[in-house]
């Protein structure tokens, strides 16, 4: 059985909390959070830590916490020999160099903490100090996932950034359309089935070949008559993203 030893009480840390739970010859021994009232998700009170100097030894010590609070972690996170891991996309393997076994096991998923995730479809993303820690982690990220990538952190910073485009940014696309929809008495469930399209026809084809609309058919009218209809700043956004899909398919006009 290994144990791990989960820092944090963000979704991250929830949701690894429930697949480590659940998944076989894995146990998580303590969840450590400075509060206790973030860590009802962790059932077992005897599991709940609020001081980090009272966390027991363990195999793993997955630290699942913001980006700019990992380093303030490291510092005072004792060695206990155990491997040290971030869940972190942006940040490098460098950040926890203090520690004798260190590493990354980073779920590239969008995590609510009451939105249930099949953790076994997460992309894990793994890096570590030594190639024996980088097959240790390997071991158990393949306990609660069937997608193990090794990415280094050039290639992890590079995925992050990705990432952001296609979750971040095209959500906030789902929040300005959903926005404009109430404005005009319109449901932005009407909108689902045309979401859900989209994202199925990337399974099959490049997002390239899967774009369409009046960018992509040079459609002038159809686009000043789009413009006409929205506000400053809505404008500026449709018109970047008319011209970016423009110059991408460009040869294509």
Known sequence: MINVVIIGAGNVAAHLYRSISAAEDL??????????????FVRDFKK?????????????????????????????????????????????????????????FYPLQTFSKNKEVNFREVPVCLEASSDENLE??????????????EVNSEQRKALHLSAV??????????ALAAEYCKENGL?????????KETAAKIETLPPYSAQTGPALRNDQKTIAEHLKMLNKDQKNIYSILTQSIQKLHGKEL
Request: aromatic fraction near 10%; charge should be negative; charged fraction near 20%.
């Open 48 to 104: 709940r830590c609020t001081d980090i100097n009272e966390l027991e030894k363990a195999e793993l010590f997955l630290i699942a916490v913001k980006d700019e609070a990992i380093e303030e972690i490291a510092d005072v996170l004792p060695d206990s020999g155990g491997v040290v891991a971030h869940t972190s996309g942006s940040q490098s393997l460098k950040t926890l160099s203090k520690f004798q076994n260190f590493g990354v």
């Open 136 to 149: 240790f982690l390997k071991e158990v990220a393949g306990k609660v996932s069937d997608k193990i990538f």
């Open 187 to 195: 449901p932005f469930k009407i909108l689902q089935p045309l979401i």
């Open 165 to 174: 485009f296609v979750n971040n940014f095209s959500n906030h696309l789902y």
């Open 27 to 40: 146990q998580v021994s303590q969840v450590y959070n400075r509060t206790a009232e973030n860590l009802g």
